[in-house]
């Protein structure tokens, strides 16, 4: 859920923050510290020096994957299932 949520800000042209991403995913900052503490160390994040968050190879590779697979799902629901959009996404 991160690292797909870091995506879509990169997408959105917004820099990634803690701060964003607390408030996107409805987490508190302690949370999303702890998080991204724990994705720096293994690999799929970096910090910049001005604190924006930055994919790895390897996290964008696995973020591009979930977002994939997210979007495959929005498009058998709206295409072939034929559920609204809003649906979809409440």
Do not use: F, N
Request: proline share 2%; charged share 30%; hydrophobic share 40%.
């Amino acid at each position: 859920m991160y690292l797909r949520t870091i995506l879509e800000l990169e997408e959105e042209g917004v820099v990634p923050m803690r701060a964003r991403i607390a408030e996107r995913l409805d987490q508190s900052g302690p949370t999303v510290s702890q998080t991204v503490a724990r994705m720096e160390r293994d690999g799929l994040v970096a910090v910049a020096s001005d604190r924006h968050l930055e994919l790895t190879e390897e996290g964008r590779r696995l973020a591009t994957r979930v977002m994939r697979k997210h979007r495959l799902a929005e498009c058998l629901l709206v295409d072939v299932i034929g559920l609204e959009w809003e649906q979809v996404h409440a």
